[in-house]
C-alpha cells in the first residue's frame, strides 16, 4: 500500500495536553472509499486521534495530510471545508432547537459544491429523525441524538467522516440502525474513520483496522486478520 492511494495521512503524530504526552509517533493511512476501524479501550487516545485530524487538539509534530494539503495547523472550520467532518462522542446537538433547525443550520455544499444530501435525502435515509422533525432535539433520547448528530455531519456532505464511537452507550435496536446506516454510506464511497472500543460491531463495517493503545499503534492491517489475531485482540481490546 502506498501513501498515493491514501486519502488521509498521519504520520509519526505527537499530541500532548499540557505536559502529558497522548499520542506516540501515531502513522496510519486511510484509503479512498474505505472504512477504517480505529479500536482500543477506554482512554486509548482514539477521541485524541480524531480531535487532532479536526484541528481541535494541536498537534506537536509529525503531520498530517489529506491529499496534497497539509491538515495540521489548520483552524477546525478549514479543515471542515476540505470535505471532513466529525460525528464527535458527546453529540454536540442543540438541544434548544427542533430536529430540523439542527439539520437545517448544518447545511452547506462538499468541497467540490457537491449538495447530494439536502434535507429531504436526510429524511430518507433516516426515517426515524422524519418522524420527529418538529421535536426539541433535547427532548430526544441518547440513540435518537446520536443518528441527528450523524446526520448534521451529512448535511455538511463530507467526502471524509470521522465517527467517535458511534454505538457507545446505545440499545441494541438504534445499534443495529447506526450500522445500518453506516453501511449505506459506504455504499456512496465516503471514506469513513469509526472509532470504536468494540470490534464486533465494526466487523461487518470495515476493512481496515488501527488498534491503538496508550497512544501508540500496535496493530495496523484487515479487520478480518485482526479478528484472527488472539494475541492482539485479547492484551488490547476488551471483548
Ligand atoms: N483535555 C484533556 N486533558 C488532559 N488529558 C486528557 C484530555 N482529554 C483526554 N485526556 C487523556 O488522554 C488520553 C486519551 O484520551 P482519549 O479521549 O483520546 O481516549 P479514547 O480512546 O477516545 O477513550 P474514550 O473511549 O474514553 O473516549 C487519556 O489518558 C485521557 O485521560
New binding site residues.
Partial sequence: MTDTQNQLVLDKVNVF??A?H?LFDMSFGVRKGRTLALL??????????MKAIMGVTPVRSGSIHYGDDRLNGRQPHTVARHGIGLVP?DRQIFPQHTVDDNLRIAAKPGPDGQTDWTIDTIYDAFPILAGMRGRKAGMMSGGEQQLLSMARCLMGNPDLILL??PSEGLAPIIVQEIGRLIRSLRSTGVTIIL?E?NMHFCLGLSEDAVVIDK?QIVYVGTIQELRANQEITNRYLAI
Fill in positions: 495536553y499540557g502529558s497522548i482500543g479501550r477506554n482512554g486509548a487516545g482514539k477521541t485524541t486521534t462522542e467517535d464511537e472509532a472500543q497512544g
